[in-house]
């Protein structure tokens, strides 16, 4: 037995001995690792631990102004303005405030010149106790300086650390303002939420109206035209005030009028418009057309009180979209548009008015989804920056601070696609389908044709820019990349919307119907003028919807005034029109005149400047654009003679609709023609001596063709993927300094 025991034990030995061998190595070589480890970092620690106040706590900063949650407001000291806010050391050590600095540089100039920002006493660093603070005094010197209001931010850079963690706390910013005044008090400094919001108080009154059932709705209609001339006169105030020499290196990202404050915190959207060279055309024919189709709604009878609260609903949301510098406020806008032109071609129009309402508000919706869903792309890449106030974000939807990221060198894609085209495409189609381009045609003829007289002038006089306003203002500003390699299709599908329009306007036995397609051909010198992206393209893509917003309002006036006394617009059953109704006819041909494009009139110049601004790049293109001139002038000529030469039709004696007038045509009467003689004024002004309209937009175009008419992404922001691009994106998710996509500085 103890001999078998032996055995057995030397037997466990002989097999637990590899076993603790191998135990042996593993721990000799954990030993050996730890031991290099602390070698190297013992050291580092414990030059670390000798540093001075090593150990010592720090401070952490806040920033306080005298009214939270707002910019501090510099008021007048002086011939200059002055305001300040405290650094407070809320920490359990000191604090060191190493530079306080007004956000800007000489390649991006957020505010105008003369902003400084010192510490109380002198200089921009200090130290700061526990339980310090100190006075930062922000002072704007105003000689010389075109500006007239001032929004930008002061930033403070300090070695705080954030509260409850060891890690250094960000840098901080407080968001400044200050007004200077133009003449008009409270008016002049938000002159343009009051001609956006005004006509809000037609739709108050007849609410009240509705409560008090109030049957006079006639006096609702005086209402509506009183506001709208009330705009209309504020509007002629902001024309003459408005700086024509004024662009972003005056501070301001270019911008007057400007209005910022925050909204909706949580979701970091502001209240933020302003007007430029871009959008300030386009507000003033806002305020004309608004006025003209008020006059036109007196041939409306039915329903007023709900007529009249959409109609200004309308108008502001149109307003609002011309002024909107913020991605959200300028989606809601887009969106207010849309409900009451459904009910207003839906209630109020002709006999095909639900299919019409219906078909509208379906393709607008349509495109509606495609902005969303580019604009909640551009807010959650939107990287850091502040809010008007100062308050810190990494996602925002303010136009000017997304237009200084590089989005091209980010790199992005969706489902494998650079996501700068698949975003570029998104925006397009929803803008394509107000134009409207082809195909997204389809539904402004029948909208046209069945709204009543001044719906069909808003939506041609306005709704239809809102589409080529949307394609300048916020593709071009923000994917000047990606407009670049889009362009030469935009003029493709211009040079498609010229001359498909005009065939199928000659086609066309409605009259109504031959407006509207001649406005589907009219929009495509706009959308070739855009592709061109030469400084004579843009400019006159801009005045090309202003004079079309001006010829075709007149147009679709006329036509509502043949129809409201015969109740139809078909031209094969009128003749010899001109021996019944000579001023009338002479307003006609003058419209039509101008729409063909005739030197001496207003619609020659868009014409002219998008063959002088396309030829260059699109000489081919250009060529068979020109044929479109000449297909519209044969439709205008024919239905002028069709209509107004000739023999007078005998049969319309006996017609129900003329027997109050004894058989004959009643001649256009002074309220028609107080709508048409505002627009026909300047159809013949601008023709002649164009100088008052270009002087507005010149300096708008040329910063809109110095974001896309430059060298590509390679030589801008580098390729990406590489060094360069990686250190471009960081640089401006920091900080937000690069003025364009080429230069990069800090904006400390």
């Known amino acids: 037995m103890s001999n078998l025991s032996f055995v057995n034990v030397r037997r466990g030995f002989a097999l637990a001995t590899p076993a603790r061998s191998t135990s042996m190595k593993c721990l000799l070589s954990l030993v050996a690792a730890l031991s290099v480890v602390l070698g190297a970092a013992l050291p580092a620690l414990a030059q670390a631990l000798e540093a001075p106040g090593a150990l010592e706590p720090r401070g952490q900063i806040a920033l306080r102004a005298e009214v939270p949650g707002a910019p501090v407001e510099l008021t007048a000291s002086g011939p200059d303005h002055a305001g300040s806010f405290a650094i407070e050391n809320r920490g359990d050590g000191p604090l060191r405030v190493t530079r306080v600095i007004v956000r800007t540089s000489p390649e991006d100039p957020r505010v105008p010149p003369g902003v400084s920002a010192e510490l109380e006493g002198g200089g921009t660093a200090a130290t700061l106790p526990p339980g310090a603070s100190r006075k930062v005094v922000v002072r704007w010197r105003t000689a010389g300086v075109r500006a007239r209001e001032l929004y930008g931010h002061v930033v403070v850079e300090s070695d705080a650390v954030g509260a409850g963690a060891?890690?250094?706390?960000?840098?901080?910013?407080?968001?400044?303002?200050?007004?200077?005044?133009?003449?008009?008090?409270?008016?002049?400094?938000?002159?343009?939420?009051?001609?956006?919001?005004?006509?809000?108080?037609?739709?108050?009154?007849?609410?009240?109206?509705?409560?008090?059932?109030?049957?006079?709705?006639?006096?609702?209609?005086?209402?509506?035209?009183?506001?709208?001339?009330?705009?209309?006169?504020?509007?002629?105030?902001?024309?003459?005030?408005?700086?024509?020499?004024?662009?972003?290196?005056?501070?301001?990202?270019?911008?007057?009028?400007?209005?910022?404050?925050?909204?909706?915190?949580?979701?970091?959207?502001?209240?933020?418009?302003?007007?430029?060279?871009?959008?300030?055309?386009?507000?003033?024919?806002?305020?004309?057309?608004?006025?003209?189709?008020?006059?036109?709604?007196?041939?409306?009878?039915?329903?007023?009180?709900?007529?009249?609260?959409?109609?200004?609903?309308?108008?502001?949301?149109?307003?609002?979209?011309?002024?909107?510098?913020?991605?959200?406020?300028?989606?809601?806008?887009?969106?207010?548009?849309?409900?009451?032109?459904?009910?207003?071609?839906?209630?109020?129009?002709?006999?095909?008015?639900?299919?019409?309402?219906?078909?509208?508000?379906?393709?607008?919706?349509?495109?509606?989804?495609?902005?969303?869903?580019?604009?909640?792309?551009?807010?959650?890449?939107?990287?850091?920056?502040?809010?008007?106030?100062?308050?810190?974000?990494?996602?925002?939807?303010?136009?000017?601070?997304?237009?200084?990221?590089?989005?091209?060198?980010?790199?992005?894609?969706?489902?494998?696609?650079?996501?700068?085209?698949?975003?570029?495409?998104?925006?397009?189609?929803?803008?394509?389908?107000?134009?409207?381009?082809?195909?997204?045609h389809t539904w402004l003829p029948d909208a046209h044709v069945e709204a009543p007289t001044a719906i069909s002038v808003i939506l041609a006089g306005v709704l239809l820019k809102m589409g080529t306003y949307g394609i300048l203002r916020i593709n071009f500003t923000l994917l000047p990349e990606a407009t670049q390699w889009a362009a030469p299709a935009m003029a493709v599908f211009g040079v498609i919307n010229i001359l498909y329009g005009a065939f199928c306007a000659m086609a066309q036995s409605d009259l109504k119907k031959l407006v509207a397609y001649s406005s589907v051909s009219h929009m495509g010198f706009a959308l070739l003028a855009l592709g061109a992206m030469t400084p004579q393209g843009i400019q006159a893509c801009l005045v090309q919807m202003f004079n079309h917003g001006l010829i075709t309002g007149m147009l679709f006036t006329l036509v509502g005034v043949v129809y409201d006394r015969v109740h139809t617009r078909d031209i094969d059953k009128f003749g010899g029109l001109a021996s019944e109704m000579p001023l009338y006819t002479a307003l006609v041909g003058f419209a039509f005149m101008a729409s063909l494009g005739l030197p001496g009139l207003s619609g020659f110049w868009g014409e002219a400047m998008t063959f002088i601004g396309a030829f260059p790049r699109y000489r081919a293109l250009t060529i068979l654009a020109a044929v479109g001139v000449i297909v519209t002038a044969a439709y205008h000529l024919w239905a002028l003679q069709r209509m107004f030469l000739g023999t007078f039709r005998a049969s319309w004696r006996q017609s129900k609709y003329l027997e109050p007038f004894g058989g004959k045509f009643p001649e256009i009467n002074r309220r028609e023609l107080a709508s048409v003689a505002p627009l026909a004024a300047l159809v013949l002004l601008l023709g002649f001596w164009p100088r008052p309209l270009l002087s507005l937009i010149d300096r708008g175009a040329l910063e809109v063709h110095r974001l896309v008419d430059r060298p590509g992404q390679s030589q801008i922001a580098g390729v990406p993927g590489t060094p360069g691009a990686h250190s471009a994106a960081s640089a401006r998710a920091g900080e937000g300094a690069a003025a364009s996509r080429g230069a990069l500085a800090s904006a400390r």
């Open 166 to 440: 060891a890690a250094p706390g960000p840098t901080l910013a407080m968001g400044i303002h200050a007004e200077r005044g133009r003449g008009l008090g409270f008016v002049g400094d938000h002159i343009l939420s009051i001609i956006t919001f005004l006509p809000l108080l037609g739709v108050v009154a007849v609410f009240l109206a509705h409560l008090l059932r109030y049957q006079d709705d006639r006096k609702l209609r005086l209402l509506t035209v009183v506001l709208m001339g009330v705009n209309l006169v504020l509007a002629a105030w902001l024309y003459a005030q408005f700086d024509r020499g004024f662009t972003s290196a005056d501070g301001n990202d270019g911008y007057q009028f400007i209005e910022h404050g925050v909204w909706i915190r949580s979701l970091n959207v502001e209240y933020f418009v302003g007007v430029d060279g871009v959008s300030i055309s386009m507000v003033l024919l806002t305020a004309l057309i608004s006025f003209v189709g008020a006059l036109a709604s007196y041939s409306v009878h039915d329903q007023l009180k709900g007529y009249f609260a959409m109609y200004n609903l309308l108008v502001t949301g149109m307003f609002g979209v011309f002024i909107a510098l913020d991605l959200f406020l300028f989606f809601v806008f887009w969106e207010v548009m849309l409900l009451p032109m459904y009910f207003l071609i839906g209630i109020w129009g002709g006999p095909r008015r639900e299919y019409a309402a219906i078909k509208f508000f379906l393709y607008t919706l349509a495109g509606s989804v495609f902005m969303l869903l580019a604009f909640i792309w551009f807010y959650l890449n939107a990287g850091h920056t502040y809010l008007v106030d100062g308050q810190a974000t990494e996602r925002i939807f303010s136009i000017p601070e997304l237009s200084r990221v590089t989005w091209a060198a980010q790199g992005l894609d969706i489902l494998g696609i650079p996501a700068v085209k698949v975003v570029w495409i998104w925006l397009f189609v929803g803008f394509a389908i107000k134009i409207p381009m082809f195909p997204f």
